[in-house]
C-alpha cells in the first residue's frame, strides 16, 4: 500500500506529538524528583525545637552562674574601702598560692589588729622578718576575733588561717567591726570568691 503525502504527514505530527509528550514527562519526572530537596531545604531554613532548646539551656545555665556573681557585686558594693581592701586581700592571698605553688599563712591578732604573711619556704628569721613588717587594719576597722568550725580542738591563740597551693583554704569566719556596725566576712575551703555578711553571723547559725 502506498503512502500519502497526507499520511506522511500525518505520521510526522503523530511522531513530533509523541516527541513533545515524552519531553514534558521526563521535565515532570525531573521537578518531581527535585521538590523533595526543595521541600528539604525550605523546611530546614529556621531553627528547630531541639536547636531552640539548646540555646534556652545554655542561657539557663549562664544565668545560674550569674547570680552569685551579681550578689557578691552587691554585697562588696555596700561595704567600705577598708572591707572591700581585706576581702581582695584574701582572695589575692589564695590566688598566689596557686600561681606561686607555696602554701601561706595569715596570722591575724585581734588585740593589736595586725596581720603577717609567712609562707612555708621561710626559715625562722625570715617568719620574724614578717612579723616585725605587720600591717595594721585600715580606718577604723577593727577585727573582732577569727571562728572556725573546729574552734574546739585549736588552742585559744591559734588565729592563723592557711592557704594552700592546690588551691584550697581554711574555713573561717572573720567578724570585724567598722563605725558600729558589725560584718562576718566568709572564707570557704574550695571558693574563690570571699562572702560578705552584712552582720555578725557564727557557724552555730547553721552557715
Not at 36 to 53: A, C, K, Q, R, W
Not at 129 to 150: H, I, M, R, T, Y
Amino acid at each position: 500500500m502506498r503512502t500519502s503525502p497526507t499520511g506522511k504527514c500525518r505520521s510526522n505530527r503523530h511522531g513530533l506529538t509523541w516527541s513533545i509528550n515524552t519531553q514534558a514527562q521526563a521535565t515532570a519526572k525531573h521537578e518531581n524528583r527535585c521538590k523533595p530537596y526543595e521541600d528539604f531545604h525550605v523546611n530546614h531554613s529556621g531553627f528547630t525545637f531541639i536547636e531552640l532548646m539548646v540555646v534556652v539551656g545554655i542561657f539557663t545555665i549562664v544565668l545560674l552562674f550569674s547570680i552569685p556573681v551579681f550578689r557578691q557585686i552587691h554585697l562588696t558594693s555596700n561595704a567600705s574601702d577598708h572591707v572591700a581592701g581585706l576581702i581582695l586581700f584574701l582572695e589575692n592571698l589564695k590566688l598566689r598560692a596557686m600561681v606561686e605553688n607555696k602554701n601561706f599563712t595569715l596570722y591575724m591578732d585581734s588585740g593589736s589588729g595586725k596581720m603577717y604573711v609567712t609562707d612555708d619556704t621561710m626559715d625562722e628569721e625570715a617568719r620574724q622578718v614578717a612579723l616585725n613588717n605587720g600591717v595594721s587594719l585600715k580606718g577604723d576597722l577593727q577585727l573582732l576575733n577569727l571562728e572556725f568550725p573546729d574552734d574546739g580542738n585549736r588552742p585559744g591563740d591559734d588565729k592563723r588561717i592557711c592557704f594552700f597551693s592546690k588551691g584550697y583554704s581554711d574555713r573561717v569566719l572573720i567578724h570585724v567591726r567598722e563605725d558600729n556596725r558589725e560584718m562576718t566576712i566568709q572564707l570557704r575551703m574550695f571558693q574563690k570568691k570571699v562572702h560578705l555578711i552584712d552582720q555578725y553571723v557564727s557557724y552555730d547559725d547553721c552557715i
